[in-house]
């Protein structure tokens, strides 16, 4: 639990400017303390609630991808502002977490509600995580989904073994079969390569999940080997693509910490905000 003299501290971070409000002065109070979209939207720099929607909807993707209920954090309600009855949320302090975590860098006062957050996690021993891993959580989130697209698609054109024509995609992006990227990684079986890939590895395979999909809807592809082809061939220009950018071939990228073990720091995080923020009796 974060110390008094920690809390203290914070209270006196995260000034847009010195008279204005600040994050914590901006804390409501109805059963334990919550923060409105729109007032919190102007801290993090944005103008219109239309552009706020895109680090919000990314944060409640978060959520789904934690298997978190997303109403425990994110309630819409509306609100009378000026005269005006306007759509907003109750976020809870764990939902401005992860606004702040995915909204737009280039915005200073994005960068500062994002420092912040990380000096919270010293007092409970560094759960909170940098957008990086974040990230990684919603595009590992997507990749399933994708592969699971893909593999629809692939049975409805005359894919009957799934498993050789999903290796075509691996040997094509990484020069060997799957089951060997698994021994070069150190994978134990029953767990997925996509698991332990960095951010930039996942969107790589993302892309090559997403233009395999693509090439055989545009061809008209059918059958077990032109897709296994297909499969292959998107993976190898998405390989040279890497090396041509970035100068590395896909096996070389290091391996990151297991999504699962990001997984259980955020959902950590989720329970020692939510220790900040309850009523006190």
Request: with cysteine; glycine share 6%.
């Given at each position: 639990m974060i110390s008094d003299m920690a809390r203290e501290k914070q209270l006196s971070l995260f000034h847009?400017?010195?008279?204005?409000?600040?994050?914590?002065?901006?804390?409501?109070?109805n059963g334990g303390k919550f923060w409105y979209a729109r007032d919190f939207m102007g801290m993090l720099g944005y103008e219109s609630f239309t552009?706020?929607?895109?680090?919000?909807?990314?944060?409640?993707?978060?959520?789904?991808?934690?298997?978190?209920?997303?109403?425990?954090?994110?309630?819409?309600?509306?609100?009378?502002?000026?005269?005006q009855t306007l759509p907003d949320f109750k976020l809870t302090r764990y939902a401005c977490y992860l606004i702040?975590?995915?909204?737009?860098?280039?915005?200073?006062e994005v960068a500062a509600a994002q420092a912040y957050f990380v000096t919270m996690?010293?007092?409970?021993r560094h759960y909170i995580l940098d957008a990086e891993n974040v990230e990684r959580v919603q595009t590992r989130e997507e990749v399933s989904e994708q592969e699971k697209t893909l593999s629809t698609v692939a049975f409805a054109a005359g894919v009957t073994q799934y498993a050789f024509f999903q290796n075509e995609g691996y040997r094509g992006m990484y020069c060997m079969d799957l089951s060997d990227l698994r021994r070069r990684r150190g994978i134990v079986s029953g767990r997925s390569v996509l698991d332990f890939m960095n951010g930039e590895e996942l969107a790589a395979n993302l892309f090559r999940i997403t233009q395999t999909h693509a090439k055989i809807r545009n061809e008209g592809l059918r059958g077990q080997m032109r897709l296994e082809r297909a499969a292959h061939d998107v993976g190898h220009t998405v390989r040279e693509t890497m090396i041509k950018l970035s100068g590395k071939a896909p096996e070389s990228l290091p391996a990151a910490e297991d999504i699962k073990s990001?997984?259980?720091?955020?959902?950590?995080?989720?329970?020692?905000?939510?220790?900040?923020?309850?009523?006190?009796h």
């Open positions: 847009v400017e010195p008279d204005r409000p600040s994050f914590e002065d901006l804390a409501n109070e552009a706020f929607q895109k680090p919000i909807n990314k944060a409640t993707a978060t959520c789904v991808a934690l298997n978190i209920p997303v109403t425990e954090h994110f309630r819409q309600v509306d609100r009378v502002i000026n005269g702040s975590i995915n909204g737009d860098v280039r915005k200073p996690a010293e007092a409970f990001v997984k259980g720091k955020l959902k950590h995080a989720r329970h020692e905000f939510g220790k900040l923020d309850k009523p006190n």
